[in-house]
């Protein structure tokens, strides 16, 4: 039988079990419930909980100065319950937490499922769906509630990275192509196939709209959307083209 290693989102679990909880022991209480059930939801015999930087700083943040500052985001940093510090610290000293360093957990998350072929990924944020591999979504933010299971393939995860390049994510305030929402880059991915042809066609939207300046634009949202695969990874034409145009 194989062992399964949970990859679970910190972030995520963190927010997702603070949530209703009056005081730290509640917290603490939830957090260690929530683990063990996660990972007994996802059929694994083992779990790592990766989580950002303690102090919340990323090398997105260079690369743009209105990363994640959407009104809503903002607001949130500034409503945080009482034991929200307390209970982060409790989470990040847990032994089998590991802290990324000057990157997001999603990256983190993308060199583990890279190194361990026999994870499952666990976390409720869409960003994800980039990476192929086992995914198990706990029920958060769905309107079911129930969790769910499902493998991304490769052409499955390259897909949404694409579509994400034409749309750009308008939570994390990254812009994509102007006048592109979701509609409208779900009927563009949607006329081909193969993620190849989809890739493709991408670069020629940067091209149609940002003439001389494509690539610039091109290289911009790629480094602010792609998730690390490999330990210090920069998103750059080169990677464009060996992981999605081959």
């Known amino acids: 039988m194989r062992l399964m290693l ?82 982060k610290d409790y989470l990040y000293s847990l032994s089998n937490t590991l802290i990324a360093d000057n990157e997001e957990a999603d990256d983190l998350i993308g060199i583990l499922s890279t190194q361990c072929m026999d994870s499952v990924i666990i976390s409720s944020d ?6 192929p591999g086992n995914h198990w979504n706990p029920g958060i933010l769905l309107k079911s509630r129930e969790p769910i299971y499902y493998v991304q393939s490769k052409q499955q995860a390259d897909r949404f990275f694409l579509k994400q390049m034409i749309m750009g994510d308008p939570i994390d305030k990254i812009p994509g192509l102007p006048k592109v929402g979701p509609v409208k880059a779900a009927a563009i991915s949607a006329e081909y196939g193969f993620s190849q042809e989809l890739a493709e066609r991408v670069i020629q ?8 300046e494509w690539l610039n634009y091109f290289l911009a949202n790629g480094k602010l959307l792609y998730l690390r695969r490999y330990p210090y990874e920069t998103f750059t034409m080169k990677l464009y083209e060996e992981r999605l145009l081959q």
């Open 6 to 87: 949970a990859l679970i989102d910190g972030d995520v679990l963190l927010h997702s079990c603070l949530w209703g909880t009056k005081n730290l022991q509640e917290a603490k209480d939830k957090l260690d419930y929530s683990i063990n059930e996660w990972m007994l939801g996802s059929f694994c015999d083992d779990a790592v909980i990766a989580v950002g930087p303690a102090d919340g700083k990323n090398f997105r943040d260079d690369l743009y100065s209105e990363y994640k500052q959407t009104a809503t985001r903002v607001k949130g940093r500034k409503e945080k319950l009482d034991h929200f510090y307390e209970a």
């Open 126 to 131: 869409k960003d994800l769906d980039q990476l």
């Open 205 to 212: 939207l940067y091209k149609e709209i940002y003439e001389d």
